[in-house]
């Protein structure tokens, strides 16, 4: 299983580390990607991360799981770096799954890839949706996965690990990190 998750300076510290953190838990790998041409990238609330891969360093040919966290100026600079964007669609052309949290469904919705699907976002990137939004903390329809904001981080990625695995293994992921 290949999962990739994309990080641009000033990304959401807690869409980034909790669904990383969860998924690897769950025996998923995570690669965090990043599209600065550096490794080394700093959120939106200044904490810095090394990710583990620079994006032309990697072959997505294989990939289960692009994720997009959100956070301001991430999500901005997520959708503006046209590689990326080029991959996402392509990827959602082929059926692949897709998770955007916050504000990166955003991103999602710029590029047509929500047509027909519904999705949420964080409170004020609604029009972004068109039509797709609507007001719930995770949404799955067809190959896309879309979460509200950093408080239901856990929530996406055991819907996540539920959807790329199995439901024993997101309940016990919950359970041993005492979650509900």
Request: aromatic letters at 8%.
């Given at each position: 299983?290949?999962?990739?998750?994309?990080?641009?300076?000033?990304?959401?510290?807690?869409?980034?580390?909790?669904?990383?953190?969860?998924?690897?838990?769950?025996?998923?790998?995570?690669?965090?990607?990043?599209?600065?041409?550096?490794?080394?990238?700093?959120?939106?609330?200044?904490?810095?991360?090394?990710?583990?891969?620079?994006?032309?360093?990697?072959?997505?040919?294989?990939?289960?799981?692009?994720?997009?966290?959100?956070?301001?100026?991430?999500?901005?600079?997520?959708?503006?770096?046209?590689?990326?964007?080029?991959?996402?669609?392509?990827?959602?052309?082929k059926g692949k799954r897709i998770g955007a949290i916050c504000a990166a469904p955003s991103v999602l919705?710029?590029?047509?890839?929500l047509e027909g699907k519904k999705a949420t976002c964080y409170p004020g990137f609604e029009s972004y949706l068109g039509d797709s939004y609507v007001d719930d903390?995770?949404?799955?329809?067809?190959?896309?996965?879309?979460?509200?904001?950093?408080?239901?981080?856990?929530?996406?990625?055991?819907?996540?690990?539920?959807?790329?695995?199995?439901?024993?293994?997101?309940?016990?992921?919950?359970?041993?990190?005492?979650?509900?």
């Open positions: 299983m290949e999962v990739y998750l994309f990080l641009a300076e000033g990304f959401e510290e807690l869409e980034v580390v909790t669904p990383v953190d969860l998924l690897r838990r769950a025996g998923i790998s995570v690669n965090t990607v990043s599209i600065s041409g550096k490794k080394e990238m700093t959120g939106a609330h200044g904490i810095t991360l090394h990710a583990d891969l620079l994006f032309e360093q990697c072959d997505f040919t294989h990939a289960d799981l692009l994720m997009l966290p959100g956070g301001m100026p991430g999500t901005k600079n997520l959708g503006e770096y046209q590689p990326l964007c080029q991959l996402l669609t392509e990827h959602n052309e919705g710029q590029l047509h890839l903390s995770v949404v799955v329809d067809g190959n896309v996965v879309t979460a509200k904001g950093p408080g239901v981080a856990y929530d996406y990625a055991l819907c996540l690990i539920y959807l790329l695995k199995d439901k024993e293994t997101a309940d016990t992921v919950a359970s041993q990190s005492i979650y509900k």
